[in-house]
């Protein structure tokens, strides 16, 4: 049996040695047995000096003794180890040839044998069989000692088994395409060999002999590896080769590319081993499941830092906004219980303990209706918030709060918008969690209650009751409150129900009834055996008809000058007590309109009537027109006209100021001429010298303008003002001698307010109409009416000494009540149209009882003349009658009284001319003015001849003398003087 088998390329060769390997003996026992498989063969095949191990019997002829401590192999691994190591040191593949098998030669001993075949099939089964247990030795580094000798086994390092499994595995693929290309190079070199034949049996049990063979690409792709960053295994170098003889050229060659086949099977099995530690990717849906779980993840940390954020920078807002304690204005008679109008928003806000006066079922019932949860949830609702929250998200729509808290905050706190935003959204539930902790759910349910919108222009459950079932909250029944409930959520819809209801509406109640059982707030036996309550029909709460209108407007008014707008009238819940007193309004009204009607009255033509209070100042009742409907034009406080006489007060006011007293005598003959125009009494009237009583009651013009003249006009303007009337109404240019003839224009509530202070002992009292203004704490905001001492006391009561003259005894006998408990002192006043011929164009009596005062003027809007038919329009006419028909009805409530004495205070003062006394009837008139011509005497009778006296004395016939002067008292009607007003003005008189 052959010492060595030699396997490469597929071919089998056979050695035989003898001593020291010349004659074909086995060698010396003392050579060392071995017995190694193709795992096991050396690393290295260098000497320690780095020069390739030879023979020292080596032939100069450069003939290669083979290494008799080398043994040949077949597979990858050889040829792996072999060129790697050699390129390592820098030799060519030639050098090579000393390990591997020399080529055989023809003349070889027993090289035709036929026992090569079967040798060589024993030699690699032998081989495959002991390769098992010698896996586990250690390989030395180099083959050969310096010396040529086989290098013992003790004297070599050990390997890493790792190394030897990696390079095994790799070997098993060479067979299959290294085998191929050493087949092709070395055949041609030597005598034709046969192929080895396989061995019937494995070198192991159960495992073949040799891999099956794989390609490279079969296993890892090529790109594969470069994807995954493996780094090539390096390519060697070829190596020159040294021995220029074709044997060794052809297995050098084949040594190569083996040692290429055996790197790209390395790079292979490294890459298998990467991948194999990467590992598969995962399933697609894990993948997605794990995207989704961060992004959700990631929210929920980000939403919880917002969260935090809003939590500590949202503070409660500490106003209520203006629109949630909207509430309108109230307006009262004068008593200030009787409501007259209502201004703004219907709301009347009320405390938690008045909701439930008169039982829970209203604040249960809404509850119900709106958010079962409200006494346990902590001002938000977890499901709701987040149903909201996903429908803003995903753009469905933006959705408000769902719970009674929530809305409360929308519709309550200033700062708080109604924009759909999620910014808003985030701030009302914060607020709403901090009102929930801070705040009791009561408070929470009364805020709710007086903002949330009801439908009737009802804001509030209060005005909700009144507005649906004319009743206060308190009162509603179960079922009543159940409905208002349910309309909350469509009031437009419910706010227009009348008795006639929708089934939608109903389906709306009963959800409210069943929840109210869901919730304990009723039994299920209490449900059944209600019935649908129908809402009332819509009342008009503002009813302007009338005279209402008129009061409301002129309220408004005042309140504007007292600084309160409109707009806070209609936001800020006042209550306005105003002067206006109910029965007088109505006396008033009905006094009016039994004389004259609305059909009846001419267009343009309007009727005032005024009533103050002289203690106070407060209008009590006024007339402004038949209906506000018809006509906003108040004629009471807003229509005007000239006052005529009945200015004359203040003049002679002014006089009694000033120290006359009213029994000084003026001259109040006419016509007279003054500043160049002849002026003339009313109606013509020669008037004549008289007291100022006396020109008083029968209002001649003459004596009051040589009046004014003494006292002055400003003086007089001045006098005006002070007792009530406005400022600026009297013009510079109507300072002017027939200034008491009252060119001025005045307003109804004007003179009754300046005629009030003479009633009042000379103290003023500004005219009004708005007695309180209680703000929504009950406070009185009404400023104090402000006063003001016109006149003295003894002034003012001998003024009214000589007014009441007026009544009884002058011009105002029509308007007198002739009755002793009630006194009347009064003027009046006409004012005639010289342009159209004479006619009336105003007409005044403003006349007072110690109680009232009271004005009441017909006038036209033009100041032109007019006619009612079937009425007299003068002073003494129509206006006397209004007067007198009024006040007999209105002072019936009233307790007997009566004026002050008169004082008869200051100086008589004769500011009439002199008056020449008559002459003797003898004596001529020194200078007569004018000599009439004397009438024809009378022819005497021619007497008869008497005897002539003795002493017959001489005669003369007696002079006429001149006639005096007409008697002042004469009523002869001079000729109408020229108008002293000016253009387009009238010319008043008594």
């Known amino acids: 049996m052959p010492d060595v088998i030699c396997h490469g390329g597929g071919e089998l060769s056979e050695s035989r040695h003898g001593d020291g390997g010349a004659d074909g003996q086995r060698p010396e026992t003392e050579m060392p047995d071995t017995n190694t498989s193709s795992e096991e063969l050396p690393t290295d095949l260098t000497s320690e000096r780095g020069v390739p191990a030879t023979d020292e019997d080596q032939s100069s002829e450069g003939v290669t003794q083979p290494d008799p401590g080398v043994f040949k192999t077949s597979g990858s691994f050889l040829r792996d180890r072999v060129a790697q190591h050699l390129q390592e040191q820098g030799f060519g593949t030639g050098d090579a040839t000393e390990d591997t098998a020399s080529p055989a030669t023809p003349d070889s001993e027993g090289a035709d044998e036929p026992s090569t075949a079967a040798g060589g099939d024993a030699a690699a089964t032998s081989s495959a069989k002991d390769g098992a247990s010698a896996e586990s030795d250690a390989f030395p580094e180099d083959d050969t000692e310096t010396d040529g000798r086989p290098a013992s086994p003790q004297d070599s390092d050990d390997t890493a088994p790792t190394e030897a499994i990696a390079v095994s595995a790799s070997a098993e693929q060479a067979p299959s395409e290294a085998s191929p290309a050493a087949e092709e190079d070395t055949a041609p070199s030597g005598p034709e060999t046969r ?79 990467r991948k194999g530690k990467k590992g598969g990717k995962a399933p697609l849906w894990w993948r997605i499941l794990r995207v989704c779980l961060v992004v959700v993840g990631v929210g929920i940390i980000a939403g919880c830092g917002v969260f935090a954020y809003f939590y500590a920078t949202v503070e409660v807002p500490d106003a209520a906004q203006a629109d949630a304690v909207d509430e309108g204005s109230t307006f009262y008679f004068a008593d200030g219980e009787t409501v007259f109008a209502e201004r703004g928003t219907s709301r009347e806000i009320i405390s938690y303990d008045q909701m439930t006066a008169g039982g829970d079922h209203v604040v249960e019932a809404v509850i119900s209706a709106e958010d079962r949860g409200f006494w346990t949830e902590p001002g938000v609702s977890v499901r709701g918030t987040t149903r909201a929250v996903w429908s803003t998200i995903t753009g469905q729509q933006v959705q408000g709060g769902s719970t009674v808290t929530q809305q409360m905050v929308r519709n309550y706190f200033e700062g708080v ?67 208002l409930a349910a309309a909350i959520q469509q009031p437009t819809p419910f706010g227009q129900a009348d ?49 209402r209108g008129y009061m409301l407007q002129e309220a408004m008014r005042e309140l504007e000058q007292l600084g309160y707008t409109e707009d806070m009238v209609n936001r800020q819940g006042y209550q306005i007590v105003t002067t206006f007193d109910q029965d007088m309004m109505e006396a008033a009204y009905t006094a009016v309109d039994e004389k004259v009607s609305q059909e009846e009255l001419p267009e343009g033509i309007n009727i005032g009537l005024s009533t103050v209070d002289p203690a106070t100042g407060e209008v009590l009742a006024f007339f402004g027109g038949h209906d506000y409907h018809a006509n906003q034009y108040d004629s009471s406080f807003l229509g005007s006209a000239q006052a005529g006489s009945a200015f004359k007060p203040y003049v002679l006011a002014t006089a009694l100021e000033q120290g006359y007293s009213f029994n000084s005598v003026v001259d109040g003959r006419g016509p007279q001429t003054i500043n160049g125009s002849r002026i003339q009494n009313a109606g013509g009237s020669a008037g004549g010298i008289m007291s100022l009583l006396q020109a008083t009651e029968i209002s001649n013009n003459l004596g009051y303008i040589n009046l004014a003249r003494e006292v002055g006009y400003e003086e007089i303007r001045d006098t005006a003002y002070a007792a009530g009337l406005p400022e600026g109404s009297i013009h510079d240019d109507q300072l002017v001698p027939v200034m008491p003839l009252g060119a001025n224009s005045v307003r109804p509530v004007d003179q009754a307010s300046g005629y009030a202070t003479f009633a009042n002992g000379g103290v003023h009292v500004d005219a009004h109409v708005v007695r309180e203004i209680v703000n929504r704490e009950g406070e009185n905001e009404r400023p ?75 006038y036209s809007d033009n100041n032109r003349a007019f006619t009612i038919p079937g009425q007299s329009i003068s002073s003494t006419g129509l206006p006397s009658e209004i007067w007198k028909s009024y006040m007999t009805a209105v002072m019936a409530n009233y307790e007997p009284a009566s004026f002050p004495d008169p004082a008869f205070g200051g100086d008589n003062e004769y500011w009439a001319p002199e008056v020449t006394p008559q002459a003797p009837a003898d004596e001529e008139p020194a200078t007569p003015q004018v000599p009439e ?47 002293p007003f000016l253009p387009g003005t009238d010319r008043g008189s008594g």
């Open 417 to 483: 918008s109604n924009e759909r935003t999620i910014s808003r959204k985030i701030q009302e539930i914060i607020i709403a969690i901090k009102i929930d902790q801070s705040e009791s759910k009561e408070w929470v349910m009364e805020q709710y209650l007086n903002t949330i919108y009801f439908g009737r222009q009802a804001y509030g459950i209060q005005a909700a009751a009144e507005a649906y079932y004319h009743k206060d909250v308190d009162e509603l029944t179960a079922e009543e409150a159940a409905f």
């Open 195 to 273: 192929p080895l034949q396989p061995v019937n049996e494995p070198a192991d049990e159960g495992e073949p002999m040799w891999p099956t063979p794989q390609r490279l690409s079969d296993v890892v792709p090529q790109d594969k590896d470069q994807e995954e960053g493996a780094t090539p295994t390096p390519t060697h170098a070829p190596v020159p080769d040294s021995d220029p003889g074709g044997g060794q050229e052809q297995t050098g060659r084949a040594t190569a590319e083996a040692a290429g086949a055996v790197a790209t099977e390395t790079k292979a099995e490294a890459g298998k081993g």
């Open 784 to 858: 104090e009416v402000e006063s003001n001492r016109a006149v003295s006391e003894s002034t003012a009561a001998d003024l009214t000494y000589v007014l009441e003259s007026v009544a009884e005894n002058g011009t105002g006998r029509s308007a007198n009540l002739w009755d002793p408990d009630h006194p009347v002192a009064g003027k009046t006043g006409t004012v005639r149209d010289e342009l159209s011929g004479g006619g009336t164009s105003a007409a005044w009596f403003v006349g007072y009882t110690p109680q009232l005062s009271t004005a009441v003027g017909v």
């Open 933 to 979: 011509v004397p009438e024809q005497p009378e022819i005497p009778e021619i007497p008869e001849i008497p005897e002539f006296p003795q002493n017959p004395g001489t005669g003369e016939p007696e002079q006429p003398t001149n006639p005096e002067p007409g008697d002042p008292g004469d009523t002869t009607e001079p000729e109408e003087p020229d108008n």
């Open 499 to 547: 008795v006639e209801t929708t089934p939608e509406m109903k389906q709306r109640w009963q959800y409210v009834v069943d929840g109210m059982v869901t919730t304990g707030a009723i039994t299920q036996a209490e449900a059944d055996a209600m019935e649908f309550p129908a809402p009332e029909p819509e009342r008009q709460t503002t009813d302007l008809s009338g005279y």
